[in-house]
């Protein structure tokens, strides 16, 4: 990235911490060097994903609609927030998958889904099982400006095909950055639908999934024999 971005995500980063460690919103925003709080507020949501008085709560204010289900690679939780789906889990313990979304939104209002929202639970376990069939459902995509354009870029990695961290890297225009896009990819909380599975070392061979490598390698030869 440029240094002007690679100093905006920094910054950004620091607020986050600060957020997260009980600082005011104002004391957060001072402490990560921005000279107005105006300026960062203006693009406060694409680093968040809310507003900072949110994400200093934890999210408090916003309704997280989820369902846990089972596909083929074990437990599958769905959430969805007013802007779309916020997060898909995966992993072979549904309580720790819960305790996961409860960690990330401590203060939102977590609600059950009902019937409705398990036909859409049922969408995206058949969007896991066949990728090519694609997933026509609103993303509420949260990260910072970096983790962003990362995640945009691995979107547009087609169902069946591998691309090496260094080749996002260079994609976004960063070349130098394949640690922080490989950072990003362990950020990422909607599997599947931001594939970043599909995102392989130079060499080929598989490195970390965020679900475990053996899922890693079952979605990718899923997709390989559709």
Known sequence: MTPREYAATHRAER???ALRNGKSVTEAVVSAGYNSGSRFYEKSTAHLGMTPTQFRKGGDGSTIRFAIGQ?????????QSDKGICAILMGDDADELARDLQERFPNATLVGGD???????????GFVEAPRLGLDLPLDIRGTAF?????????????????????IAKRIGSPSSTRAVAGACAANAIAVAIPCHRVVRTDGGLSGYRWGVERKRALLESEATE
């Open 15 to 17: 607020v986050r911490a």
């Open 71 to 79: 596909c083929s690679l074990g437990a599958i939780l769905v959430a």
């Open 115 to 125: 019937r409705t929202f398990e036909k859409l639970v049922a969408q995206v376990v």
């Open 147 to 167: 983790q962003q354009r990362v995640w945009k870029a691995l979107q547009k990695i087609p169902a069946g095909k591998t691309e090496s961290y260094a080749e």
